[in-house]
């Protein structure tokens, strides 16, 4: 059979039958409406389980970072969470309305073909998403061992790294219906833990610390802003619609966006305020945040309490992994990669073993190459969000699925003016970040181009370390000003072709 990316074959393959068996064999196919029995409420399942991670207490320490004060900090998290997962809950609405998995869809948006410009940006954004976590697990599994006095050393690393990327393969590899089903005991089972923990660690706040933090200024805010929003809701929007294409077609737009926002947000609001707590009541446990962020928090434990704090931690920092590494085995069949999908669920888990053992041994700081990581993919993804969320909003019907697989059908092979809106909104918001990590990421030196020409900022070339001087300059409103650029360019640029292409589907119809 010929891939669905072929000009000759514009009809999409239908999903195989059996799909909901032990190994999800569908791919970027459209899903069958036999297939379509899942409820908007079922969307909760993988959101909850993969933000439960206590790892989103360490984002307590990194917004203190920016020099604000606690309570700044709390409005700062509770905004950008919900906003951020209220934005995925906008593109889940096109897998409930098109069948099929995200990266396909913005065909819609961006052409046939054109969809692999931020199709390729999304791919890496999941794999660098997926090794992230699966090193928070392997770095708190050897520090949870070190701590017992059970072992230390290379050897647990490695073993560590080994073990826990298998444990992601095979569950991406079963694919959507083990998922959903995993994802539902872990997140009752994971939600308790992190209660108990949260018991447990209650003792170790300083009130009066906490609210001793000064207030910093407004750039500082809208900087913590940013980096919440990558860090939870744009961070996943790029597979947001992966886990609602199961969806009846009858059920609500609203719905879904509710369901995807409760879902993604409701843990990280609670996680994050307390890891505010915690990170402004120890200086000391803020700072070793930043190299070990699990591990950094299991040190404020009771020893017998390690153990099970572990299990659960490993477990929600895998369930956020598999999220990425099915959807990224997904994105790379859209970019016209022949293979079955379990097939590209391996390939992306080897890509993260190495990933995972590599950071391990040779990184010297986990947290900046991880931010820096963010703040730069986040631009382009930001401005194809803003891009995709205009295309969605402005439809009034369900996709032509056949065309989504075909480059000569309504949608075309290159639609020009998302793709140049897309590079034009990147490389203005790129000049508008910089990195904060010059040291650990030094790669990544090149943005902030636009700082200096605008006023917002002064780069220092110091001795001791550059630095810049201003207060937009770590705000990072570059990624902000590119999801306002995608949404507001392709709101007023791309109305009028959006209502021919559905004016030439209905008259076909």
Excluded at 100 to 112: D, K, Y
Aim: proline share 5%.
């Amino acid at each position: 059979m010929t891939s669905p990316d072929s000009t000759t074959a514009p009809t999409p393959p239908p999903a195989p039958v059996g799909g909901a068996g032990v190994i999800e064999t569908t791919g970027i196919e459209i899903i069958a409406e036999s297939e379509r029995t899942a409820r908007p409420r079922d969307l909760v399942w993988p959101w909850f389980a993969a933000n439960v991670s206590v790892f989103g207490m360490s984002y307590g320490s990194y917004l203190l970072g920016f020099g604000i004060s606690f309570w700044q900090a709390t409005i700062v998290a509770i905004i950008g969470i919900i906003i951020s997962f209220a934005l995925c809950g906008l593109v889940a609405i096109a897998g409930k309305r098109g069948s099929a998995p995200t990266m396909v869809l913005s065909r819609a948006a961006f052409g046939v073909h054109g969809q692999k410009v931020p199709g390729i940006v999304s791919w890496l954004t999941s794999i660098g998403w997926e090794t992230s976590l699966a090193i928070s697990a392997v770095l708190a599994t050897a520090t949870v061992f070190d701590v017992l006095g059970v072992a230390s050393g290379q050897a647990v690393t490695v073993i560590a790294a080994i073990l826990i990327a298998t444990l992601i393969v095979v569950a991406s590899v079963l694919g959507y219906h083990t998922i959903m089903r995993l994802q539902s005991i872990l997140t009752w089972a994971t939600g308790a833990m992190t209660i108990v923990f949260m018991a447990l660690t209650i003792p170790a706040i300083d009130w009066a610390a906490v609210a001793s933090a000064p207030n910093g200024p407004p750039q500082a805010m809208v900087g913590a802003l940013v980096m919440v929003m990558t860090g939870f809701g744009l961070g996943w929007i790029n597979i947001a619609a992966d886990w609602s294409r199961y969806q009846k077609r009858t059920a609500s737009d609203g719905s879904i966006v509710l369901w995807n926002t409760v879902g993604g947000a409701a843990a990280p609001v609670v996680l994050v305020i307390f890891g505010l707590l915690l990170a402004g009541s120890d200086p000391d446990l803020s700072a070793a945040i930043e190299g070990d962020p699990i591990g950094a928090l299991i040190s404020i434990l009771p020893l017998w309490a390690l153990i099970p704090f572990w299990i659960v931690a490993v477990l929600t920092l895998v369930s956020g992994a598999v999220l990425g590494i099915y959807s990224s085995g997904l994105t790379l069949l859209s970019l016209g990669i022949r293979i079955p999908r379990p097939a590209a669920a391996a390939v992306d888990g080897l890509i993260l073993t190495v990933g995972t053992i590599w950071v391990a041994f040779f990184a010297t700081s986990f947290i900046g190459p991880f931010q820096s990581f963010l703040i730069t993919l986040g631009v382009p993804i930001a401005a194809w969000a803003g891009i995709l969320i205009a295309d969605v909003l402005s439809r009034r019907a369900d996709y032509d699925e056949k065309a989504l697989f075909d480059p000569s059908g309504r949608y075309g092979a290159v639609d020009w003016t998302s793709v140049v809106t897309l590079v034009v909104a990147s490389v203005i918001g790129w000049g508008l970040v910089v990195n904060s990590f010059t040291e650990a990421a030094p790669w990544n030196n090149w943005q902030g181009y636009l700082l200096q020409p605008l006023g917002l900022g002064t780069f220092v070339d110091d001795p001791a370390g550059s630095y810049w001087e201003g207060n937009w300059a770590y705000s990072n409103i570059g990624v902000l000003l590119a999801l306002v650029l995608g949404f507001g360019v392709t709101w007023f640029a791309r109305r009028g072709t959006i209502r021919r292409q559905e004016q030439g589907a209905a008259a076909r119809a």
